[in-house]
Antibody
Framework: EEQLVQSGAEMKKPGESLKISCKAS????????IAWVRQTPGKGLEWMGI????????KYSPSFQGQVTISADTSTTTAYLQWSSLRASDTAIYYC????????????WGQGTLVTVSS | QSVLTQPPSASGAPGQRVAISCSGG????????VSWYQHFPGTAPKLLIY???QRPAGVPDRFSGSKSGTSASLVISGLQSEDEGDYYC???????????FGGGTKLTVL
């Protein structure tokens, strides 16, 4: 079965670092792009960026460039989203999704990871 | 403000037909394919329509998509109570070099 399984909910303090994961299984990890999408409380979906595990090439939304890092590990078929210094405004649900091309639709989604940043 | 503009809300009675619009520009909808997603709170978004009008396997034919110029539309026919949720359009934007989502439309089944 094709699936993306994300890591569990996180509760962090402002300034802390964090890395959340998206484990892919049931398909060729290297041949699909993985995107990260944010949903903030009461708001809509925001595309953060996307990575191609085949060559580790990544694109970032201008809104998130420099704020987060997207990476992938082909040995464990896992994509990651990380922050070096969290802010309260990073509190959100984060989803990963699979794409055939960087510009195409996400046909497979993870269940989401809730990140709460509060002092 | 989202690059892609959707009405914040839509509604219809069971069995009725409802259309949700998505307005963009030449750098996104005008030159790239449109997708539509269904999202229920607390669950992962679900792909409803890809490549402007294609339905993934398992999506009922009550859901249809279309695109004309710089606008797209999702039509839900034979509205059912389980359709109540949030709907988002999305398209790549060549100028911003990123995927853009509409602001989302909250569908209420009366």
């Amino acid at each position: 079965e094709e699936q993306l399984v994300q890591s569990g909910a996180e509760m962090k303090k402002p300034g802390e670092s964090l890395k959340i994961s998206c484990k892919a299984s049931g398909y060729g990890f290297r041949t699909y792009w993985i995107a990260w999408v944010r949903q903030t409380p009461g708001k809509g979906l925001e595309w953060m960026g996307i990575i191609y595990p085949g060559d580790y090439g990544a694109k970032y939304s201008p809104s998130f460039q420099g704020q987060v890092t997207i990476s992938a590990d082909t040995s464990t078929t896992t994509a990651y989203l990380q922050w070096s210094s969290l802010r309260a405004s990073d509190t959100a649900i984060y989803y990963c999704s699979r794409h055939i091309g960087y510009y195409t639709s996400g046909d497979l989604w993870g269940q989401g990871t809730l990140v709460t940043v509060s002092s | 403000q989202s690059v892609l503009t959707q009405p914040p809300s839509a509604s219809g009675a069971p069995g009725q037909r409802v259309a949700i619009s998505c307005s963009g520009g030449s750098s996104n909808i005008g030159s790239n394919i449109v997708s539509w997603y269904q999202h229920f709170p607390g669950t992962a978004p679900k792909l409803l329509i890809y490549s402007n009008f294609q339905r993934p396997a398992g999506v009922p034919d009550r859901f249809s998509g279309s695109k004309s110029g710089t606008s797209a539309s999702l039509v839900i026919s034979g509205l059912q109570s389980e359709d109540e949720g949030d709907y988002y359009c999305a398209a790549w934007d060549d100028s911003l070099d990123g995927q853009m989502f509409g602001g989302g439309t909250k569908l209420t089944v009366l």
